[in-house]
Structures are given as structure tokens and as C-alpha cells.
């Protein structure tokens, strides 16, 4: 059983920086792949990155590559999501999520969610 909070969203302007955390209880954190999914009002939940237990592979969606850095501390429990150069349409509800099994992309994979923080980016 995992519990996952997220913290770190806020509003900032276009070309600004966040990061986000997500904690993490239980003892076998290092056990999953931890995800970061997001959703936009009015559009359905999207993939944004992944990182694998070990924290050796990590996995975006295009449109956040070279931006995004996503991360992982076993030892805190604690995963995060470093994003830089933000854009508009980065706004969204960012929700941290845990998986044992399944495809990294599908949110239907992963067994834990957070409740969400909001990343509100202003042109």
C-alpha cells in the first residue's frame, strides 16, 4: 500500500520554473515505477513522465522533453519533477502515481494517485 501527496504547484509566469514533490508512504516506494500524469480542464488525463524503480529509465512525453526533468530519492521516498521553461499549455492538475506492472503510458497501469496539485502557467 502506497500513499502518494503531491506539493510544489503554483502559478507562474510563461518561461518560469517549478518543482514538483510527491511523498510517498510504505516501505516499498523503491518497489514501483512512479508516474506523473496531468489534466487540463476540459481534456482527458495525459502521461507526462515515468521513472523506474531504480531510477536508471526515465520516460517522457514530447512535449515536455528537454524541460522536464523527473527524479527520484528512495531513501526520502520522494519523487520529483523538476520543470523548467513552462509554457501556457502546461497548466494543468499534476498527479504523481504508482505502478508495480503495466504499460508506463496508461493511467489504467498504475494502482496509486495522489490527490493533485495545480501549475498554472500565465503567458
Known amino acids: 500500500q502506497v500513499q502518494l501527496v503531491e506539493s510544489g504547484g503554483g502559478l507562474v509566469q510563461a518561461g518560469g520554473s517549478l518543482r514538483l514533490s510527491c511523498a510517498a508512504s510504505?516501505?516499498?516506494?523503491?518497489?514501483?515505477?512512479m508516474g506523473w500524469f496531468r489534466q487540463a480542464p476540459g481534456k482527458e488525463r495525459e502521461f507526462v513522465a515515468a521513472?523506474?524503480?531504480?531510477?536508471?529509465?526515465?520516460y517522457y512525453v514530447d512535449s515536455v522533453k528537454g524541460r522536464f526533468t523527473n527524479s527520484r530519492d528512495n531513501a526520502k521516498n520522494t519523487l520529483y519533477l523538476q520543470m523548467n521553461s513552462l509554457k501556457p499549455e502546461d497548466t494543468a492538475v499534476y498527479y504523481c502515481?504508482?505502478?508495480?506492472?503495466?504499460?508506463?503510458?496508461?493511467?489504467?497501469?498504475?494502482?496509486?494517485w495522489g490527490q493533485g496539485t495545480q501549475v498554472t502557467v500565465s503567458s
Open positions: 502515481a504508482a505502478k508495480t506492472r503495466g504499460s508506463i503510458y496508461e493511467g489504467t497501469s498504475y494502482d496509486y
Open positions: 510504505g516501505r516499498t516506494f523503491s518497489s514501483y515505477v
Open positions: 521513472i523506474n524503480w531504480r531510477g536508471g529509465g526515465t
